[in-house]
């Protein structure tokens, strides 16, 4: 079992930053996915941004640029810088893992989720 702890959510002013950070533990044998999601009121989830285990990254369009994805393989977490955000922004967002069991299998995690609020 894995869980997902993340902070740094808040209320911020268009314009201005927020670095969200998510921390995994649990029985990991391989992390290979890291990521943020987001989902706006009324909206369907959305990808943010991905990195893979090797440091690739994958963002959405809407946030390249602006937003930069990061990972600590040591410490097993994963961090959202995000700059120059707009009332679009505002959501709330979910840190999810892929992980690879012992026996070569995927399995999916989700965090509980962080609500940003970005004010015009």
């Known amino acids: 079992q894995v869980q997902l702890v993340e902070s740094g959510g808040g209320l911020v002013q268009a314009g201005g930053s927020l670095r969200l950070s998510c921390a995994a533990s649990?029985?990991?044998?391989?992390?290979?996915?890291m990521g943020w999601y987001r989902q706006a009121p009324g909206k369907q989830r959305e990808l943010v941004a991905v990195?893979?285990?090797?440091?690739?990254?994958n963002y959405a369009d809407s946030v390249k640029g602006r937003f930069t994805i990061s990972r600590d393989n040591t410490k097993n977490t994963v961090t959202l810088q995000m700059n120059s955000l707009s009332p679009e922004d505002t959501g709330v967002y979910y840190c999810?893992?892929?992980?690879?069991?012992?026996?070569?299998?995927?399995?999916?995690?989700w965090g509980q989720g962080t609500q940003v609020t970005v004010s015009s």
């Open positions: 649990g029985t990991m044998p391989s992390i290979n996915t």
């Open positions: 990195v893979i285990s090797g440091g690739s990254t």
């Open positions: 999810n893992v892929w992980v690879r069991t012992a026996t070569g299998q995927l399995w999916d995690y």
